[in-house]
T-cell receptor, first 114, second 114 residues
Framework: DGGITQSPKYLFRKEGQNVTLSCEQN?????MYWYRQDPGQGLRLIYY???????QKGDIAEGYSVSREKKESFPLTVTSAQKNPTAFYLC?????????????FGPGTRLTVL | AQSVTQPDIHITVSEGASLELRCNYS??????LFWYVQSPGQGLQLLLK??????LVQGIKGFEAEFKRSQSSFNLRKPSVHWSDAAEYFC????????????FGKGTTLSVSS
């Protein structure tokens, strides 16, 4: 799982509801990321965080929010403002070393809006 | 503009045959290059990475990739494909720093025929 756990694996939401996706890492790494994946597309960055209580918007942050109150946790909230939230969401951690600083991914959460 | 292009959306290879997946990138800074593999409904697993030095890099599962700066390419190869290699493959480029995102190609789906 790349040192990242995501829950739940599947999530269903009614239109107009907010929903929160969990992402936890136990390797004491600072930087964490949220990506969105749509069929036939690559991954697009939603938000990232380098340290506790700090985070930056990515390319498609509209309709999403995050928090980073603890180093090991980086939850993503999909708000009702997100027009098309059905997608596969991937969380990643950033690891230094081995010559190339690298992102490692969790197993993902598939969100479906009913 | 920074981008990654994977020209082949879908490739079918016979089991035991060789494989080459193409990746071309456009990146303003020194590129850190990655190949990830994704099985259906799963997260991304790192296959290999390149940041400097020998332009031929070895990865897991018998994969290798060659960096060609003059062609802005980072093609993935495997001498003999196994049925278990059927998956989606993503090429990505980044700056190798914690505060930067990876830029992904749209992926190539590999099918393996018997």
């Amino acid at each position: 799982d790349g040192g990242i756990t995501q829950s739940p694996k599947y999530l269903f939401r009614k239109e107009g509801q907010n929903v929160t996706l969990s992402c936890e890492q136990n390797l004491n790494h600072d930087a964490m990321y949220w990506y969105r994946q749509d069929p036939g597309q690559g991954l697009r960055l939603i938000y990232y965080s380098q340290i506790v209580n700090d985070f930056q918007k990515g390319d498609i942050a509209e309709g999403y929010s995050v928090s980073r109150e603890k180093k090991e946790s980086f939850p993503l909230t999909v708000t009702s403002a997100q027009k098309n939230p059905t997608a596969f969401y991937l969380c990643a951690r950033f690891s230094r070393g081995g010559g190339a600083d690298t992102q490692y991914f969790g197993p993902g959460t598939r969100l479906t809006v009913l | 503009a920074q981008s990654v292009t994977q020209p082949d959306i879908h490739i079918t290879v016979s089991e035991g045959a060789s494989l080459e997946l193409r990746c071309n990138y456009s990146y303003g800074a020194t590129p850190y290059l990655f190949w990830y593999v994704q099985s259906p409904g799963q997260g991304l697993q790192l296959l290999l990475k390149y940041f400097s030095g020998d332009t031929l890099v070895q990865g897991i599962k018998g994969f290798e990739a060659e960096f060609k700066r003059s062609q802005s390419s980072f093609n993935l190869r495997k001498p003999s494909v196994h049925w278990s290699d059927a998956a989606e493959y993503f090429c990505a480029v980044g700056a190798g720093q914690a505060g930067t995102a990876l830029i992904f190609g749209k992926g190539t789906t590999l099918s393996v025929s018997s």
